[in-house]
């Protein structure tokens, strides 16, 4: 079975400051990779997603990520965060053909002003 | 914006009760799920739905759960003998595909 690690679980960052988290996943097969973001009181919205082709794909807000196969790895990016940016973020994946998302643990950024 | 739906948004229950949870999909979606989240662990998937059959389920989604299309737009997650490990925030999601996923802002239950 698939599994999905987010090794940072809790970031704080000053606004303007540069963001990266980490992302990798454990599958044998082909995956569609997904980071979705979750506003304090809000559900869970689609930030980007890649499915195949360019590796480095963008998204919503001016977040984007990079998918490295040979590293199983895909992280998120932001060259320069926002107090707006506060929230937690979910990296998932599906095997390709399947349903399930699988979810990481998340990851809490919290922007101070 | 069309966004998914999802009632109640807190559900208090006793243990053995059955529960609904609903939730109204985006208008022209056709895949369907739940998800659940324990307190303090991670989102699991449930069960996806489509063409009025379930297309796959995890291990979670025993005989204790069963999802239906009872009016052709509300799609519900019925909960039949509640234990104190069901209590999680329930997230629905639909989709046009069987690859992009919208999810709903959850139902919170919580079994006494």
């Known amino acids: 079975a698939q599994s999905v690690s987010q090794h940072n679980h809790h970031v704080i960052l000053s606004e303007a400051a540069s963001l990266e988290l980490g992302c990798n996943y454990s599958y044998g097969g082909t995956v569609n990779l997904f980071w979705y973001v979750q506003y304090p009181g809000q559900h869970l919205q689609l930030l980007l997603k890649?499915?195949?082709?360019?590796?480095l794909v963008k998204g919503i807000k001016g977040f984007e990520a990079e998918f490295i196969k040979s590293k199983f790895s895909f992280n998120l990016r932001k060259p320069s965060v926002q107090w707006s940016d506060t929230a937690e973020y979910f990296c998932?994946?599906?095997?390709?053909?399947?349903?399930?998302?699988?979810f990481g643990s998340g990851t809490r950024l919290q922007v101070q002003p | 914006e069309p966004e998914v739906t999802q009632t109640p948004s807190h559900q208090v229950t006793q243990m053995g009760q059955e529960v609904i949870l609903r939730c109204v999909p985006i208008s022209n979606h056709l895949y369907f799920y739940w998800y659940r989240q324990i307190l303090g662990q991670k989102v699991e998937f449930l069960v996806s739905?489509?063409?009025?059959?379930?297309?796959?389920k995890s291990e979670i989604f025993d005989d204790q759960f069963s999802v239906e299309r009872p009016d052709g737009s509300n799609f519900t997650l019925k909960i039949r003998s509640t234990k104190l490990e069901d209590s999680a925030m329930y997230f629905c999601?639909?989709?046009?595909?069987?690859?992009?996923?919208?999810f709903g802002p959850g139902t919170r239950l919580t079994v006494l």
């Open positions: 998932a994946v599906i095997p390709t053909g399947r349903r399930a998302l699988t």
């Open positions: 739905f489509y063409n009025n059959e379930i297309s796959e």
């Open positions: 890649y499915f195949s082709g360019d590796p």
């Open positions: 999601a639909t989709g046009t595909s069987g690859e992009e996923q919208f």
